[in-house]
């Protein structure tokens, strides 16, 4: 099941969004109001879909599901440039992840990647999982355990690159614009990111909001820093635009 979401305007790009939740909530409902100020602030069709969640529907099952709605997409005749590809928190795991699929077949390669608020290790080693816990309004530790424990049980290691993105190989990514909040327990996971992946030769945009913590971008009727997020998604996602 998915929503598309238009745009007033008719710009080149659209966005395939994957919602957040911990791989075991979040849904069409849970992100719409996101997803309608994304295609105001952008001006560009968004596409958001509800795909298999665990604990009914573990690893691969969400994996697999993305994968079709993108080949879908190329089926409609829409063109991987005029793809990009985003995702928040799980979402950004199962974004990334996807992507790193699509390396097998380059041309296939969207034209960008967003990652919100990224969740992408499954080991949950990064530090600031600890010296942020008290400061994240949003997220815990144990709801990550418990989303862990549901998506991948005792069938796949939680370092599998598969499902722990940050793992892998990330040459030959492209463009990657990476949002997150200085009080969020996943802000190591992100920086991780952009260290591993601007060693791989990827662009990585950069964008690091003081105060803010997991998902904000969400909040964005409420808090500058949040409007300020969507203002810097429009922004990267027009430069794609002229590419």
Same mark, same amino acid.
């Given at each position: 099941?998915?929503?598309?979401?238009?745009?007033?305007?008719?710009?080149?790009?659209?966005?395939?969004?994957?919602?957040?939740?911990?791989?075991?909530?979040?849904?069409?409902?849970?992100?719409?109001?996101?997803?309608?100020?994304?295609?105001?602030?952008?001006?560009?069709? &968004?596409?958001?879909?509800?795909?298999? /969640?665990? *604990?009914?529907?573990?690893?691969?099952?969400?994996? !697999?599901? =993305?994968? +079709?709605?993108?080949?879908?997409?190329?089926?409609?005749?829409?063109?991987?440039?005029?793809?990009?590809?985003?995702?928040?928190?799980?979402?950004?795991?199962?974004?990334?992840?996807?992507?790193?699929?699509?390396?097998?077949?380059?041309?296939?390669?969207?034209?960008?990647?967003?990652?919100?608020?990224?969740?992408?290790?499954?080991?949950?080693?990064?530090?600031?999982?600890?010296?942020?816990?008290?400061?994240?309004?949003?997220?815990?530790?144990?709801?990550?355990?418990?989303?862990?424990?549901?998506?991948?049980?005792?069938?796949?290691?939680?370092?599998?690159?598969?499902?722990?993105? &940050?793992?892998?190989?990330?040459?030959? /990514?492209? *463009?990657?614009?990476?949002?997150?909040?200085?009080? !969020?327990? =996943?802000? +190591?996971?992100?920086?991780?990111?952009?260290?591993?992946?601007?060693?791989?030769?990827?662009?990585?945009?950069?964008?690091?909001?003081?105060?803010?913590?997991?998902?904000?971008?969400?909040?964005?009727?409420?808090?500058?820093?949040?409007?300020?997020?969507?203002?810097?998604?429009?922004?990267?996602?027009?430069?794609?635009?002229?590419?």
């Amino acid at each position: 099941k998915g929503e598309e979401i238009k745009a007033q305007d008719s710009a080149t790009q659209l966005i395939f969004h994957i919602h957040g939740g911990a791989f075991f909530l979040g849904s069409l409902k849970t992100h719409h109001a996101f997803m309608t100020d994304l295609a105001a602030r952008t001006q560009m069709q &968004i596409i958001h879909v509800d795909y298999p /969640l665990a *604990p009914e529907h573990p690893y691969p099952e969400a994996t !697999e599901a =993305l994968y +079709d709605v993108y080949q879908s997409l190329l089926v409609q005749g829409i063109q991987p440039k005029d793809i990009i590809l985003s995702g928040d928190s799980c979402g950004a795991n199962l974004a990334l992840a996807l992507c790193l699929r699509l390396k097998e077949q380059p041309e296939l390669m969207p034209s960008g990647l967003i990652l919100l608020s990224p969740f992408l290790d499954l080991t949950l080693t990064s530090e600031s999982l600890r010296f942020n816990q008290k400061h994240d309004a949003l997220l815990s530790l144990e709801a990550l355990q418990i989303g862990i424990q549901h998506y991948i049980g005792n069938h796949i290691a939680a370092d599998d690159p598969r499902v722990s993105p &940050i793992f892998d190989n990330l040459e030959g /990514l492209p *463009p990657t614009l990476v949002q997150v909040g200085s009080k !969020e327990i =996943l802000l +190591d996971d992100a920086k991780r990111f952009r260290e591993k992946a601007e060693e791989a030769g990827v662009k990585v945009h950069f964008k690091l909001y003081t105060g803010m913590w997991h998902n904000f971008q969400m909040f964005n009727a409420w808090f500058e820093e949040a409007k300020q997020a969507m203002a810097d998604i429009a922004e990267f996602a027009h430069e794609l635009d002229k590419t």
